[in-house]
């Protein structure tokens, strides 16, 4: 690979990477997906894909550990384009497109073809010391890098763990249930269920939902986020009072930086109305 690609990725944040080729990549991509890819980047020759960790302590909150920081979504491609320019340095007239966890690329298996950590059984990167707090991003990219094809990352021991923490059952030996993942319910749009409504009143939070990622032995004592995006100035918890009165804009200007704003406040009000009628 490039020198000092390892230091321009470390420089941007990233706890590891790896690489994998497109063509080894594709076979996990749906026909809509690869036409998606293969529009924005024609002839794409190869993934990078990088961690980044976000933990930042383990306080009281109503929102998902993700969630409390600025949104990923910004923050992690704003550092990857620190790297694709480093890399369009050595390979000008060539394509690098960062994104994070809003590209046709399917993120998670990129990863375990690079080898980049370990995959437990919720689906979750395992790298240590940071555990499963990571995010994803990814650099598609038509330049001829030097790809060395890894193992794919192997599986977690498989305490588990996860599968039984999880409140609605979406973890198993047939795989990951979106429909039974709390995380899923939680940003759901319009009404659900009354099963679906059950689970969102008896669970603790109104945003995600991390219990698979509590129990897991890696994250027994994760190691502190580096990057101050995901430190400093959180918002960790979310009341029926802060959301009084507010309309869709004013709930972007005071919230949308971060990752929880995206469904705007009408998910959250009715979360929080939930578990108010539960108690």
């Not at 690489?19 to 990549?25: H, K, N, S």
């Not at 994104?99 to 980049?116: M, T």
């Not at 991390?210 to 101050?228: E, G, K, T």
Request: charged share 20%; glycine share 10%.
């Amino acid at each position: 690979m490039i020198p000092g690609l390892d230091a321009a990725f470390a420089a941007a944040g990233a706890a590891g990477w790896g690489a994998v080729a497109y063509g080894r990549l594709a076979p996990a991509m749906s026909p809509a997906a690869r036409e998606r890819a293969e529009e924005a980047c024609p002839c794409p020759a190869a993934v990078l894909v990088a961690a980044f960790p976000y933990y930042a302590g383990n306080r009281p909150g109503n929102l998902s550990l993700y969630a409390r920081g600025r949104d990923y979504h910004a923050v992690v491609t704003a550092r990857l384009n620190t790297v694709c320019s480093f890399l369009k340095e050595h390979y000008p007239g060539y394509l690098f497109l960062p994104a994070a966890d809003n590209s046709p690329l399917p993120e998670r298996e990129a990863a375990r073809l690079a080898g980049l950590g370990m995959m437990g059984w919720n689906g979750l990167v395992i790298l240590p010391p940071y555990g499963t707090y990571l995010f994803l991003g990814t650099i598609l990219t038509d330049a001829p890098l030097p790809v060395e094809e890894v193992p794919p990352s192997p599986d977690c021991p498989g305490c588990g763990r996860c599968v039984s923490a999880c409140p609605g059952g979406a973890l198993g030996p047939d795989g990951f249930a979106l429909e039974r993942c709390l995380s899923h319910l939680t940003q759901k749009k319009g009404e659900l269920t009354e099963k679906e409504n059950a689970l969102v009143a008896a669970h603790p939070l109104v945003w995600g939902c991390d219990f698979c990622q509590r129990v897991c032995p890696f994250n027994d004592h994760p190691a502190l986020s580096p990057l101050p995006e995901f430190t400093c100035g959180l918002v960790a918890r979310v009341a029926p009072e802060d959301l009084e009165g507010l309309t869709n804009r004013a709930f972007q200007e005071k919230y949308g930086a971060y990752a929880f704003a995206w469904r705007g406040p009408a998910v959250l009000r009715r979360n929080l109305e939930l578990q108010k009628k539960k108690e």
